[in-house]
């Protein structure tokens, strides 16, 4: 786990760091903007109880939403903090392990990360010029989350974990793909379905082997951008224009009469 850190690290400066090699790509409405984001979606487990969602309501039982805020570089790379607050489930009705056989349990979450991307297009085609871009992330962060495990025979509660003291902390690991569409300069609509690796087996209470579970966020969602470097040059040209109209080395046609 350590080992990767650094790997993860470095993939989350390289938008910063390659950036300026990119700067001779035109700007236009699909690059250089600041955006925030909401994305609204279903989680799915895997780990221990894995077969299913929780047996009595599995459409909110695996709802989850996300806030996300983002910078855009030259239409290649994007830097996100982002916000993530649902409720993942799973259900297992046959296992040789007694621990596992016929329950399933109930988990709420937190999710506190910050990702980095790079629109996968770039290799092909000049991306400021479509509309279209699809991005490979990763990113690293922080999973707050406490967990119900229940009885599949009878719905009795077996176990619980972070309901009676301050809900579990793990890092956390996400990465997968996201589509976006610019509709316009201000609006983008997305998809992405992201995979996230949690530092620990026990995100449905049971610790069966040790490996660590993980859970996948399906979800659409609504960018608005805004501050676009081009618009910000406009804006301090105006200014500077201005500055140099009312410069005192500059006569004044008024005083001269």
Not at 15 to 42: D, H, K, M
Not at 96 to 122: C, M, P, Q
Request: net charge positive.
């Amino acid at each position: 786990m350590r080992g990767t850190i650094p790997w993860i690290i470095f993939f989350l400066m390289l938008p910063v760091l390659l950036s300026a090699q990119f700067r001779r790509q035109q700007p236009s409405a699909y690059s250089n903007y600041f955006g925030i984001s909401g994305e609204f979606g279903v989680t799915s487990f895997f780990g221990d109880l894995d077969e299913s969602a929780a047996k009595d309501d599995p459409w909110s039982n695996n709802l989850a939403w996300q806030f996300q805020v983002l910078k855009n570089f030259n239409s290649l790379f994007e830097l996100t903090g982002r916000v993530s607050i649902g409720n993942i489930s799973g259900h297992k009705n046959m296992s040789s392990s007694v621990l596992l056989s016929n329950r399933y349990f109930k988990t709420k979450f937190t999710e506190y990360t910050f990702d980095a991307s790079i629109n996968l297009l770039g290799f092909f085609t000049a991306t400021n010029k479509i509309p279209v871009a699809i991005y490979g992330k990763i990113g690293i962060g922080l999973i707050d989350f406490k967990t119900k495990v229940y009885s599949g025979v009878n719905d009795s509660l077996i176990s619980t974990h972070g309901y009676d003291e301050k809900a579990t902390t793990e890092m956390v690991i996400p990465f997968g793909l996201r589509i976006m569409y610019h509709a316009s300069k201000s609006v983008a609509f997305s998809f992405s379905t992201t995979s996230s690796r949690v530092n620990t087996d026990k995100l449905d209470n049971v610790a069966n082997n040790n490996n660590s579970d993980y859970y996948n966020y399906l979800a659409v969602g609504i960018v608005y951008k805004f501050f676009h470097d081009t618009s910000l040059i406009r804006l301090f040209g105006k200014n500077a224009r201005k500055s140099s109209s009312r410069s005192p080395g500059r006569s004044n046609p008024s005083r001269r009469r």
